[in-house]
Nanobody, 125 residues
């Protein structure tokens, strides 16, 4: 499956931003797959942000974003979203969407086999 992430940008602390990820190729309806969002901040390793199971009924979040970020998916349209609110400077990173080889909402990057190109989110304080 090919993934195209979009929606990043430069915002101020406290603002909101919504990331989108469009999938093509292997569709959500043909193969039950989890979807995840990860991020890599400058000088740091990639880290888990949020995941959603194949049906959209189960989600998981990193503690650092819990209560501020919401992951959702639109299976008929092969899309997944990350609504980010109350953004902080420490949220600055390149955000990647990923398609899982598992159907449950995994927070392990080795459970994801397809990765998008990333979209930059910069939060100024």
């Amino acid at each position: 499956v090919q993934l195209q992430a979009s929606g990043g940008g430069l915002v101020q602390a406290g603002d909101s931003l919504k990331l989108s990820c469009a999938a093509s190729g292997r569709t959500f309806s043909s193969t039950p797959m989890a979807m995840g969002w990860f991020r890599r901040a400058p000088g740091k390793e990639r880290e888990f942000v949020a995941s959603i199971n194949w049906s959209g009924h189960v989600t998981d979040y990193a503690d650092s974003v819990k209560g501020r970020f919401t992951i959702s998916r639109d299976n008929p349209n092969n899309s997944v979203y990350l609504q980010m609110s109350s953004l902080k400077a420490e949220d600055t990173a390149v955000y990647y969407c990923a398609a899982g080889r598992v159907a449950w909402a995994s927070n392990f990057d080795h459970d994801y086999i397809n990765w998008g190109q990333g979209t930059q989110v910069t939060v100024s304080s």
